[in-house]
């Protein structure tokens, strides 16, 4: 072997060992990199669920539970794929906060989901049409419509029972035989609740509040049909 093909030999050596050098080098730098913006991204991804998520129970308690507020609405788990959003419910009533249900749910990079339990979480007795909150076991109050649910509210009239409780507070659904105004209820079956010990202020601007929601909704609905 001359002395030419062995320079030639030692150069390919040397080439193929500074080749290798540089591919580990850029192996070092890159994939710290890459690690990293794949991180981002994906926490992104998923902190965007979480926000949806959170916005969703915020959304849902306006709409479908404006009696029903929220202690907190944070971040119960986190881990790299995903975690879990927790939301301690109460009712307000007469100043008294009531424990009500909590609402669970799931978040990863690509979506959330709620909790069964949060849609399974009402026991409803339908011999008694009577309902109950699953976690806590306070009594749901119901509306009824008369058309649909005669037999269950024919008879369904606890107000004397609710005055006769001491030292309680109760949150109290009134269904009426005929269609009446605000002022009808303002004027007339308010003030006989008020003459058996239930106050009728709060429950005037509960009622308020209530026809307000029916109104919008209806208003968004009819707005969905004309587009």
Do not use: C
């Not at 709620?114 to 749901?140: C, L, S």
């Amino acid at each position: 072997m001359d002395e030419a093909t062995k320079k030639m030999k030692k150069k390919i050596r040397k080439m193929k060992l500074q080749r290798l050098l540089l591919t580990i080098g850029l192996i070092i730098l890159l994939v710290p990199v890459i690690l990293a913006v794949i991180y981002k991204t994906t926490q992104n991804l998923a902190g965007n669920q979480s926000w949806q998520l959170m916005n969703d129970f915020e959304v849902k308690e306006e709409l479908l539970s404006p009696n029903i507020s929220s202690d907190d609405n944070y971040l119960s788990t986190t881990s790299f794929w995903g975690g879990t959003v927790t939301s301690h419910r109460y009712k307000e009533i007469d100043g008294y906060r009531i424990p009500w249900s909590t609402l669970i749910g799931n978040y990863s990079w690509s979506g959330y989901q709620e909790d069964a339990m949060n849609q399974a979480g009402v026991d409803y007795d339908e011999e008694t049409a009577q309902a109950y909150d699953r976690q806590t076991q306070q009594k749901i109050p119901l509306f009824y419509s008369l058309k649909h649910h005669y037999r269950a509210a024919a008879n369904l009239n606890q107000l004397k029972q609710i005055s006769q409780v001491k030292n309680s507070v109760a949150e109290v659904a009134l269904t009426f035989s005929k269609p009446l105004t605000y002022q009808q209820i303002k004027n007339y079956y308010l003030i006989q609740l008020n003459k058996i010990g239930i106050g009728w202020a709060q429950t005037i601007a509960e009622m308020r509040v209530i026809l307000i929601i029916i109104t919008w909704a209806f208003r968004l609905l009819m707005k969905s049909r004309i587009k």
